[in-house]
């Protein structure tokens, strides 16, 4: 069973800083694409970044040149470099990874999601 599990979340000031992780555990094979997702209250969830197996990156517009995602893949850990942060950018963070599992089976999973808050 493939498990994601987040981490870094938190209160922080606006302009302040962040660092998100989310380590992939489980039989797995190969990870194709990592990222995170965020859900605001009353909002649909949305893309926040992405990072593929070959290094090319995707950003929402709102994050462009405040947050970073990286990944080790040796960890199968991904993580996101929050900088500069908004009163908008508060929300529920979720991991999501499209993987090779059990079976050569490819599958998509999400976290459980971590709590970013900022305060203005």
């Known amino acids: 069973q493939v498990q994601l599990v987040e981490s870094g979340g938190g209160l922080v000031q606006a302009g302040g800083s962040l660092r998100l992780s989310c380590a992939a555990s489980g039989i797995i094979y190969s990870i194709n694409t990592m990222g995170w997702y965020r859900q605001a209250p009353g909002e649909q969830r949305e893309l926040v970044a992405t990072l593929n197996s070959i290094g090319r990156t995707n950003y929402a517009d709102s994050v462009k040149g405040r947050f970073t995602i990286s990944r080790d893949n040796a960890k199968n850990t991904v993580y996101l470099q929050m900088n500069s942060l908004k009163p908008e950018d508060t929300a529920v963070y979720y991991c999501?990874?499209?993987?090779?599992?059990?079976?050569?089976?490819?599958?998509?999973?999400w976290g459980q999601g971590t709590q970013v808050t900022v305060s203005s």
């Open positions: 999501n990874a499209d993987l090779i599992s059990r079976g050569y089976v490819r599958g998509n999973y």
